[in-house]
C-alpha cells in the first residue's frame, strides 16, 4: 500500500506539471492572442515650407468585433514631416502588443485646433519640432499654426484594414501627401490648414524610386521641381479636381533636391511594388505644365517597384 501510494503521489504531481506547463501558452514573448505592431508617418513633401510640425497624441485602433483600442502618447509625438522623406519614416509605435485579428481602421489623433498656438517659441533656424501644438514654418521664416479640421472629433483616420497576426509583427507606415494636404485659403490667416492625404502602406510590400534630374530641367527660371508616380498606362493630369473630367492625379510624388555635390536628385517612396510612369514637372500646381508628355517620355519608363527595392528613373 504504501508503495502504490508513493507512485500514485508522483504520477499526480507529473500530470500537475504537465498541466501548469501547457496553459502556460505557446509564447513567452506575450499573451498567445496578440501580435505586435509598429507604426511610422512619412511625408511626400511641400514646397515652400522648411517645417510641417504635427503633434501627435494618441493612436486607436479599430477591430472588427470588439472595442476600440487607444494607446496615448506621454508627452505627445512631435514630429517634422519634411524631415522624414523617401522612406525615412519617424516611428510612433515599436512592437506595441495589440489583440491579434482583423482590423478596420487606424485614427491618429493630433494637437491641431483653429486659432491655436501651434508653433509658439519657433523660428526660421529651429531643427526641432519646439512648443505648442502643430505648425508650419514657410519659407520666409514666418510662423503659422496649422489647422487640421478633423484633429478635434475624428482625428486623422486611415480608412484601412489590416491583419495582426497572432504571436507574429505587422509594420506599417502612414504616407502624408503635403503637396494636396496643406494650403493657406483666404480668410483663415495667419492659420494654414491641413485636410490629410494619407496613405496606410505594409512596409514590408514597399520600394521606391529615385533618380537624377539634369540640371537644365531643374535650374528652368521660375522651376519648382518635382517628380510624379502614376500607375503606367495613366495619362498624366493636374492636381486639380475637374468637375467636367475625370480627374488622373498621381499617386505619390518628390521635390527635386540639390545635393552638395551640385547633383539634383529625388527619392519617391514608400510606394507598394508594382508598375508605375515617372514624370517631370516645374509647376506642383500644374504636373501638365512645361510639356510634361515629353519628360515622362523621356525618363525609364515605365520602371517597377519591387518589395524593399529601389528602382531608378532619370531625367
Not at 259 to 270: A, H, M, N, T
Not at 291 to 296: A, S, W
Request: proline residues 5%.
Amino acid at each position: 500500500m504504501i508503495r502504490r501510494s508513493r507512485e500514485t503521489m508522483i504520477f499526480l504531481l507529473l500530470a500537475a506539471m504537465l498541466s501548469v506547463a501547457g496553459c502556460s501558452g505557446s509564447s513567452s514573448d506575450g499573451d498567445p492572442d496578440t501580435g505586435f505592431l509598429s507604426l511610422a508617418v512619412s511625408d511626400a513633401p511641400v514646397q515652400d515650407a522648411r517645417q510641417v510640425c504635427i503633434e501627435f497624441t494618441a493612436a486607436e485602433f479599430k477591430k472588427a468585433g470588439s472595442d476600440n483600442q487607444t494607446i496615448s502618447f506621454d508627452p505627445p509625438a512631435k514630429i517634422d514631416l519634411l524631415a522624414y522623406q523617401g522612406m525615412n519614416a519617424a516611428p510612433l509605435l515599436i512592437a506595441e502588443e495589440l489583440e491579434a485579428g482583423e482590423y478596420q481602421w487606424v485614427r491618429l489623433a493630433a494637437n491641431a485646433p483653429q486659432g491655436g498656438n501651434g508653433g509658439t517659441g519657433a523660428g526660421m533656424n529651429d531643427t526641432d519640432c519646439l512648443g505648442e501644438g502643430s505648425y508650419i514654418v514657410t519659407a520666409d521664416g514666418a510662423v503659422h499654426g496649422l489647422f487640421i479640421p478633423s484633429s478635434a472629433e475624428s482625428g486623422l483616420k486611415l480608412n484601412r484594414g489590416f491583419t495582426l497576426p497572432v504571436g507574429g509583427d505587422a509594420d506599417f507606415v502612414a504616407e502624408f501627401d503635403l503637396m494636396k494636404s496643406v494650403h493657406a485659403p483666404e480668410g483663415l490667416d495667419p492659420d494654414y490648414i491641413m485636410r490629410p492625404t494619407v496613405r496606410l502602406l505594409d512596409r514590408t510590400e514597399t520600394g521606391s524610386v529615385a533618380g537624377e534630374v539634369s540640371m537644365a530641367l531643374a535650374t528652368q527660371a521660375d522651376c519648382m521641381p518635382a517628380v510624379y508616380l502614376y500607375n503606367t498606362g495613366d495619362e498624366p493630369d493636374d492636381n486639380e479636381d475637374d468637375a467636367e473630367t475625370d480627374s488622373i492625379d498621381p499617386i505619390a510624388s518628390a521635390m527635386v533636391v540639390m545635393e552638395d555635390d551640385g547633383r539634383f536628385l529625388y527619392e519617391i517612396g514608400p510606394v507598394l511594388a508594382g508598375v508605375y510612369d515617372v514624370a517631370f514637372s516645374c509647376d506642383e500646381d500644374d504636373p501638365l505644365a512645361n510639356e510634361i508628355l515629353d519628360y515622362l517620355l523621356s525618363a525609364d519608363n515605365p520602371v517597377e517597384v519591387i518589395a524593399n527595392g529601389q528602382a531608378s528613373a532619370d531625367f
